[in-house]
Nanobody, 122 residues
Framework: QVQLVESGGGLVQAGGSLRLSCAKS????????MGWFRQAPGKEREFVAA????????YYADSVKDRFTISRDNTKNTLYLQMNSLKPEDTAVYYC???????????????WGQGTQVTVSS
């Protein structure tokens, strides 16, 4: 089993920055890939970014590319999402996920955190 706990969300002004963290515990072999997804009220959950835990390759949604950076710290078993130049449309609950392959499809991730709220005011 893999357990994921997100933190770092909050309220920030447009143009500001936040760094989300996802603490991982349990089986690491079942979390070869990890990603961030977000869901705004009335919207479907959408892919934000993903990373191969061992290799470090990354993938980003076009909407966040060049603004967000996904990374991981192996010694701390922690996943990060550095969010810069935040926009009101970034407002959502952000979820950390773990799965077997690097993919943008949320259905391929078997483990999810409970989410952390990010609110960007204009």
């Amino acid at each position: 089993q893999v357990q994921l706990v997100e933190s770092g969300g909050g309220l920030v002004q447009a143009g500001g920055s936040l760094r989300l963290s996802c603490a991982k515990s349990g089986r690491t072999f079942s979390a070869a890939a990890m990603g961030w997804f977000r869901q705004a009220p009335g919207k479907e959950r959408e892919f934000v970014a993903a990373i191969s835990w061992t290799v470090g390759s990354t993938y980003y949604a076009d909407s966040v590319k060049d603004r967000f950076t996904i990374s991981r710290d192996n010694t701390k078993n922690t996943l990060y999402l550095q969010m810069n130049s935040l926009k009101p449309e970034d407002t959502a609950v952000y979820y950390c996920a773990a799965g077997p392959v690097l993919t943008t499809a949320n259905g391929r991730y078997g483990y999810w955190g409970q989410g952390t709220q990010v609110t960007v005011s204009s």
